[in-house]
């Protein structure tokens, strides 16, 4: 199958990044070759069977990663979905009547999106945990952030700059600014805190190597996505918390931010989200948040 067409769409009309164009093309190359061990020689053969065995095959595949049998669902889901995208793509462009096999089975496997933050106890006992400083600087500043690991990806030495802001009591307040390439190669800005800055500055001042990269791996190259994505894996084994997905940390930072009663237009633009929507689904407040905004309410109210 040729699925350059496809990828060149949503590379320059759909805008999409790098990372989400190697994200399709991977989960379509596993697609193929699915297809190929079933002699399933073109596309047009691709009905409800093939998917419902294609799905049966990732529920019995040797995870290796995680040992264990089976892909999660959301990664499965992850895969349908780039098959149903492709196959929409092909409908509306070359083959209208072609019919998507997955058009009543996305339903079943739609991934749950509701924000999943990392309680504090968790976080607490991996942070503090960490006794590599890269490792304790790059998720530190993950969470402090908001950032999504394609972006930390993206992050130079230079990146982060230091100013100093004086507060209307005459408080100094020192903070970190910096710009990445979000989703949808749009740019954006991130601020990072005074006590995440020091940590981050105790880590850069460990370098003694000229790679511009912030985070490098062991082969002292700039860490990939799936890198970042595995040294928290082997953390969370290693100081025997809970397996946390990366993204997560993301949620905590947002979740975070929403119970502090946070602009909802801030978060927004803190998170880089196109959809408002989006930004609102971190708006389930803790009770103790709940009370507050209560009590508060109540007390003018009453006034």
């Known amino acids: 199958m040729d699925f350059e067409p496809f990828l060149n769409y949503w590379e320059t009309i759909r805008n ?3 990372q989400t164009i190697q994200a ?38 040797v995870n290796l990663r995680f040992a264990r049998i089976g892909l999660a669902e959301s990664s499965i889901a992850r895969r349908l979905s780039a098959v149903s995208a492709y196959f929409k793509y092909l409908c509306g462009t070359s083959d209208p009547m072609l019919q ?58 230079d990146s982060i700059g230091i100013e100093v802001e004086v507060k209307p009591n005459g408080q100094e307040c020192v903070i970190g600014t910096g710009k990445v390439v979000g989703k949808g190669n749009k740019p ?4 990072v805190d005074e006590e995440t800055l020091c940590l981050y500055s105790e880590y850069v ?4 190597d000229t790679n511009p990269a912030l985070f490098l791996s062991e082969r002292k190259k700039r860490m990939s996505v799936r890198a ?17 997905n990366v993204h997560r940390l993301r949620h905590s930072f947002a979740t975070r931010l929403a119970n502090a009663d946070i602009p909802d237009m801030v978060l927004k633009d803190l998170l880089g989200h196109d959809s408002f929507s989006t930004t609102l689904g971190y708006r389930e407040l803790s009770d ?12 003018r109210v009453s006034r």
């Open 16 to 18: 999409c990044s790098p």
């Open 24 to 61: 399709y093309r991977n989960d379509l190359e596993l697609f193929e070759a699915f297809l190929q061990g079933q002699s399933v020689a073109d596309i047009s053969q691709v009905d409800h069977l093939v998917i419902a065995n294609y799905i049966k095959h990732m529920e019995q595949k």
């Open 100 to 157: 998507n096999p997955l058009s009543n089975n996305l339903r079943k496997w739609h991934r749950d999106k509701t924000p999943k933050p990392v309680d504090d106890m968790t976080l607490e006992l991996l942070i503090t945990g960490m006794t590599n400083i890269r490792d304790r600087a790059l998720f530190t500043l993950l969470l402090a952030s908001g950032l999504r690991v394609s972006e930390m990806h993206q992050l130079n030495r």
């Open 188 to 191: 954006r800005s991130f601020f």
């Open 205 to 208: 001042a460990t370098r003694a």
């Open 228 to 244: 970042i994505q595995q040294t928290l894996a082997t953390w969370c084994t290693r100081l025997g918390a809970p397996h946390i």
């Open 288 to 299: 103790k948040s709940l009370a507050r905004s209560y009590f508060s309410a109540m007390e």
